[in-house]
């Protein structure tokens, strides 16, 4: 699977991005997606995923209630709204996809998008 993602960008606090992944060569229902991120000098922490279906979601605590993540298996993409945005959520964005029934640490994940630029400023 190839995931290539866009939509980052620089935003002042208090602003919204959407930010999209779109996959190709292997059929996308058979992968759960999801939205990691890594911070400047921190680690890479998953943020949300999706079941295939798009019927269950995961969100960490600290995007809860202002992230959303959506997937169009007709398109091959998934989506993440990202609203009321904070200094603290400037990182590196990175589109993830996992096989079913997978664990979503970061050795778990299949494949991985290129990673895009979110810069949120005060």
């Known amino acids: 699977v190839q995931l290539v993602e866009s939509g980052g960008g620089a935003v002042q606090a208090g602003g919204s991005l959407r930010l999209s992944c779109t996959a190709s060569?292997?059929?996308?229902?058979?992968?759960?997606m999801g939205w990691f991120r890594q911070p400047p000098g921190k680690e890479r922490d998953l943020v949300t995923r999706i079941s295939r279906w798009g019927t269950t979601s995961y969100y960490a605590d600290s995007v809860k209630g202002r992230f959303t993540i959506s997937r169009d298996n007709v398109k091959n993409t998934v989506y993440l709204q990202m609203n009321s945005l904070k200094p603290e959520d400037t990182a590196v964005y990175y589109c993830a996809a996992e096989r079913i029934g997978g664990t979503w640490s970061l050795v778990d994940v299949d494949y991985w998008g290129q990673g895009t630029q979110v810069t949120v400023s005060s």
């Open positions: 060569g292997r059929t996308f229902t058979n992968y759960e």
